[in-house]
């Protein structure tokens, strides 16, 4: 099973502050996911890449997110400046057809 | 936009009893649904369906697939409290993975 590691884990900001947050695919593959998870809500996706290029962006508020995968192996995912709704899990994914997550970067904005 | 629809939302059982959770779907090029597990942590996967009336089975977990009428089923039978978890579908199509907002389920000893 591929392995994604994420990190922080765990990051507190006050709001307009940034943040970033990094995945590195244990085992390498093309495919890489990040999605945010609001309580109680399922997962959303955010971005999808394939390999160093975007494949889907459309769901990315851009105005303040932005996300790059350099090499085509690990990603960053940054919030620039953070509200309150962006308090979430910051789940990062790899993948074609079943995704395998990582244990998630948990936000909270204050 | 592709949509994904859990129910029941939550759900609280007693140890040994056994559950059936469902999941309904609208989607542009179907291509898989999934049913993933998420305790604390990560989601992790349980099944991926892509035809319909053939059954996956996993120890005390099962699923199933109707293209069709555009739904899944996971039951769980002999409950135990590590099942306690929120279960997720998801769906493979045109706009990507979708999720549904998942299934609370809550086993009592």
């Not at chain 1, 709001?15 to 590195?24: D, E, G, L, T, Y």
């Not at chain 2, 779907?25 to 369906?49: D, G, I």
Request: hydrophobic share 35%.
């Amino acid at each position: 099973e591929a392995g994604v590691a994420q990190s922080p884990r765990y990051k507190i900001i006050e709001k307009r502050q940034s943040v970033a947050f990094w995945c590195n695919p244990i085992s390498g593959h093309a495919t890489l996911y990040w999605y945010q998870q609001i309580l109680g809500q399922g997962p959303k996706l955010l971005i999808q890449f394939q390999n160093n290029g975007v494949v889907d962006d459309s769901q990315l508020p851009k105005d303040r997110f932005s996300a790059e995968r350099l090499k085509g192996v690990d990603s960053t995912l940054k919030i620039q400046p953070a509200k309150l709704e962006d308090s979430a899990v910051y789940l990062c994914a790899i993948g074609n057809r079943e995704l395998f997550f990582g244990e998630g970067s948990r936000l909270t904005v204050l | 936009e592709d949509k994904v629809v859990q129910s029941p939302l939550s759900l609280v059982v007693h140890e040994g009893d056994t559950v059936t959770l469902n999941c309904s779907y609208e989607v542009t090029n179907f291509r898989s649904l999934l049913w993933y597990k998420q305790e604390k942590k990560a989601p992790t996967f349980l099944f991926m369906l892509t035809s319909s009336g053939i059954e996956k089975k996993s120890g005390r977990l099962s699923s199933i697939l109707d293209k069709k009428e555009l739904f899944s089923i996971l039951n769980i039978t002999a409950t135990q409290t590590g099942d306690s978890a929120v279960y997720l579908c998801a769906v493979l199509g045109a706009d990507g993975l979708t999720f549904g907002k998942g299934t609370h389920l809550i086993i009592q000893p």
